[in-house]
């Protein structure tokens, strides 16, 4: 706070100085402006008979002497007054300034939810000033995320760590346990486990898609939707849902890992937020300058308000099934953070019979200076 001040007095004495200089100079330029001319000037008075109109004689002039003591007394005095002047002008325009620092040592202490709110008169200070609490908000509704994501990564990733303490105290203190309870308590450990890893590697893959591309390779979605599939038909047919894909050649540019992740989580949620009976179909094809991707699965009817909840992390289409192990909530989340990363357009749909129709456009080329990325909704 010490150093602030510091700054802020130094940067107002510099511009009082400035401003008194001004003041000093623009005087300085009047009394040589005025002194010089009137140092020249030759003053006339009347002769003897000044009834007469005419005049017969000079007289010796302006007192040159005392016309420079009086400039040099004045330009004494307006020093004073030019620095009162200038520290006035400056304090008048750094006030702004003052109040944005004060806000910030407040805000930097832990109180995100002040704002600067300069209001009026609209300068270059005051907007900067409504930059700033732009910015402000939008820190705020970072920091509210983070603490949200946190909050529940802690809650989801402590859940199979109870249940596995629970399960290994039960086990243990049972003194007729024999070697069948012991292997079942170890493959239930061991599902636990499964479980905990699965939730791990999505969220590690959830901070690596927030993180950006870090290579472009140039890739056919085709191809990764094909392989996606294929690894994924039993798993479909084991619940009943018909796994169906329509892939032509889409090539577009991207990080690989990214993308197959991206296209992994949106069969994933189909596969898993649907019904037996139900179906999954997959499409790629090139349309314009995009390579686009489509995910249309049937399922519970979804509200159309409720699509930009499911893009946050742990947010499941069901509440009821909020401890079912095969979902963490961040499926759409990734498959938002790896469009975002890649710059794409991503289209989610909820269709009136039921489900979710997902469409993911990427850009063909590496020209990606301006972002693309949206949400479109139907009910």
């Known amino acids: 706070m010490i150093s602030g001040r510091l700054v802020r007095r130094s940067l107002r004495t510099r511009l009082a100085l400035a401003y008194a200089a001004g003041v000093y100079a623009a005087g300085v330029f009047v009394v040589v402006l005025i002194d010089i001319p009137l140092a020249g000037v030759q003053a006339t008075v009347p002769g003897d008979e000044p009834a007469s109109g005419v005049i017969t004689g ?12 009086g400039s040099a007394v004045a330009l004494i005095l307006l020093i004073p007054v ?30 995100l939810h002040r704002r600067l709110g300069l209001g009026e008169p609209t300068d270059e200070l005051t907007e900067l000033g409504r930059t700033l609490d732009d910015l402000l908000a939008r820190l705020e509704a970072a920091f509210d995320a983070q603490r949200h994501f946190v909050a529940n990564a802690s809650h989801e990733l402590r859940t199979p760590l109870a249940g ?47 993180r950006g591309v870090t290579r472009w390779d140039t890739l056919d979605l085709a191809h990764v939707a094909g392989q996606a599939l294929a690894s994924r038909r039993d798993q479909a047919a084991r619940a009943g849902i018909d796994l169906a894909g329509d892939l032509t050649p889409a090539v577009t540019a991207g990080d690989p890992r990214l ?67 095969d979902g963490y ?17 991503l289209t989610i749909d909820a269709r009136p019979e039921g489900g979710l129709s997902i469409t993911v456009r990427f850009t063909q080329g590496r020209d990606l200076a301006a972002p693309l990325f949206s949400v479109t909704m139907y009910q």
């Open 82 to 111: 030019a620095l009162a002047l200038g520290w006035y002008v400056a304090g008048r325009f750094l006030r702004p300034l003052s109040a944005i620092t004060a806000t910030a040592t407040m805000i930097s202490a832990g109180d």
């Open 329 to 345: 909530g961040l499926g759409l989340a990734i498959v938002d953070a790896v469009a975002r990363a890649h710059q794409a357009v």
């Open 164 to 210: 596995l303490r629970t399960l290994l105290e039960v086990t243990l203190a049972d003194p007729g346990a024999d070697a069948e309870t012991l292997r079942a308590a170890c493959r239930e450990a061991l599902a636990l486990g499964e479980h905990q890893e699965r939730l791990v590697q999505a969220l590690l893959a959830l901070a690596t898609s927030e």
């Open 259 to 325: 993308i197959e992740s991206l296209v992994a989580n949106l069969i994933d949620n189909a596969v898993r937020h649907n019904h037996a009976d139900g179906h999954v179909r997959v499409t790629t094809r090139t349309s314009g300058a995009h390579a686009t991707l489509t995910v249309t699965n049937s399922g519970p009817v979804i509200p159309g308000d409720q699509i930009q909840r499911l893009l946050q992390p742990f947010q499941r289409s069901a509440p009821e099934r909020h401890g079912h192990r």
């Open 58 to 69: 000079t007289g010796t002039g302006i007192d040159l002497p005392r016309l420079l003591l």
